[in-house]
């Protein structure tokens, strides 16, 4: 049962454009939501969180939306760079409960020059 | 957010022997450290929860006696893949969770290679 699903195993963008990756969830009891960027080999590396008590959490090029009635969030990143090319995992948990993550499958993002 | 280290980053071994893999949390007092294997073009799979000073808890389907935890201080954890096989390479990665901010921070991974 997969409770965190990211649908798309890849997406190709443009130099400057907008990269949107999605990410949908089916446990309504998750509370609190983060993306992380990994490259090959190496360990994912914290992005961007939000609360389910919000809708809309930004840092820099990054903006986490979360539709609580979808049960689906989503990060932009715009412009999107060369550098942000990597494997854009989400992550569920449900806060007080030991701080387990439940990981999707991943997007592998290819921003061309 | 918290710097973690593993180590070594990658080994090979033969089938039948054991190996360790340490996580030091450099920065951060770390109660609760995470385990997650992950194969190739896959998701993050956790295989256990680290707890300082007690016995780990173990995802469904991960073998206790095969995947040793133990996180005797608040800046390291292992976990020894005890009589190694084939089957048991892949990317180990550890992470520490900062309950402050609700989030794990994760160490580089460790690649290991049974022969």
């Known amino acids: 049962d997969q409770q965190v699903k990211q649908n798309s195993p890849s997406l190709s963008v443009q130099e400057g454009r907008i990269s949107i990756l999605n990410c949908d969830y089916t446990n309504s009891m998750f509370d609190y939501f983060l993306w992380y960027k990994k490259y090959p080999a190496e360990g994912p590396t914290f992005l961007i969180s939000i609360s389910s008590i919000k809708d809309k959490n930004e840092d820099g090029r990054f903006t986490v939306f979360l539709n609580k009635s979808a049960k689906h969030l989503s990060l932009h990143i715009v412009p999107s760079q060369p550098g942000d090319s990597a494997v854009y995992f989400c992550?569920?948990?449900?806060?007080?409960?030991?701080?387990?993550?439940?990981f999707g499958q991943g997007t592998e993002l290819s921003v061309k020059p | 957010g918290a710097v973690v280290s593993q180590h070594p980053s990658r080994v090979i071994c033969k089938s039948g022997t054991s190996v360790k893999i340490e996580c030091r949390s450099l920065?951060?007092?770390?109660?609760?450290m995470f385990w997650y294997r992950q194969f190739p073009k896959k998701s993050l799979m956790l295989m256990a929860t680290s707890n300082e000073g007690s016995k780990a808890t173990y995802e469904q389907g991960v073998e206790k006696d095969k995947f040793l935890i133990n996180h005797a201080s608040l800046t390291l954890s292992t976990l020894t893949v005890t009589s190694a096989h084939p089957e048991d390479s892949s990317f180990y990665i550890c992470?520490?969770?900062?309950?402050?901010?609700?989030?794990?921070?994760f160490g580089p991974g460790t690649r290991l290679l049974v022969l």
């Open positions: 920065d951060f007092q770390a109660t609760t």
């Open positions: 992470s520490v969770l900062d309950r402050g901010h609700e989030t794990q921070y």
């Open positions: 992550a569920a948990s449900v806060r007080n409960q030991g701080g387990k993550l439940i």
